[in-house]
């Protein structure tokens, strides 16, 4: 890995994840979670309580009774689904704009969390339970490396473009022959800065590779998220669909066939809109 100086020092001085975020992520490589613990943290933000009491009564986790208490709602939603929605709020905290990609202070938020949404598509639509649960949390934070590149790196888009069209290359090929590392690799070193589970930062820092070695199912995940996250017009950007990866593969290994692919981009799309509402996005 060759990734500059002032990116890594850029990785240290990145703002530390929410303290209850740090708990779940202990809890996802330990696979142990005090409940009482997790809800005493959350119970001291009056907005984190709201959304989750109201995510713990939507139409898809509701039970037969009604969640009253974070607790209840931790309990309901589990801990994948809890550190899901808690990065959501953490990414859009942090939204900037990046005009290296030439996305607007929304787009590179709401990209990882439309991949997200459709890494719970795709195991719909192919009943596959050996997609790893946390793989909608490796879809979420595949791009976070772009949140350092665009703070470090004096460049404009169309450096990059351009470069792309004189030799034939993709937008993930030109950044790392301009700037030495790509923005993949920057998430895979951001992912371990923050102790995620070395799967989930193997799928981050592994998603735009052609020709994998070594496939596995939350790779092949994070990259048909990507795929169906640009497909239905989330944070295209100036990379737009010019990328490589192994999706002919990872359909075949995650058992998407192209109608299956067509059903996940509808059904993400509509998910899309329902998080826009949520959110106040306007069309």
Known sequence: MSIPDKILDGIDRLEPLPITVQKLVVALNSQTIDFNEIAKTIEYDGAITSNILRTANSAAFGGRTRIETARDAVVRLG????????????????????????????????????????????????????????????????????????????????????????????????????????????????????????????AIERHHEAEPTEPDLMLDAVVLANLTTKTVGVGLGAAGMTYRADIAGAKTRVGLTHEGFDRVCIQTATWVQDLKDTYGFRN
């Not at 350092?148 to 351009?162: F, H, P, Q």
């Not at 371990?192 to 799967?199: G, I, L, Q, S």
């Open 79 to 202: 801990t994948v689904t809890l550190l899901d929605l808690l990065l959501i709020g953490y990414l859009k905290s942090m939204k900037v704009a990046a005009p290296l990609y030439e996305l607007t202070e929304d787009d590179l938020w709401l990209h990882g969390a439309t991949a997200s949404l459709a890494v719970k598509a795709i195991t719909k639509e192919t009943r596959n339970r050996k997609i790893p649960e946390v793989a909608n949390i490796a879809a979420l934070i595949h791009d976070i490396g772009k949140l350092i590149m665009v703070r470090y790196l004096k460049a404009e888009a169309s450096t990059i473009t351009n470069l792309c069209e004189e030799k034939g290359l993709t937008f993930v090929e030109a950044e790392k022959e301009l700037f030495g590392c790509d923005h993949a690799e920057v998430g895979g070193a951001m992912a371990r800065k923050w102790a995620f589970p070395e799967p989930i930062t193997n």
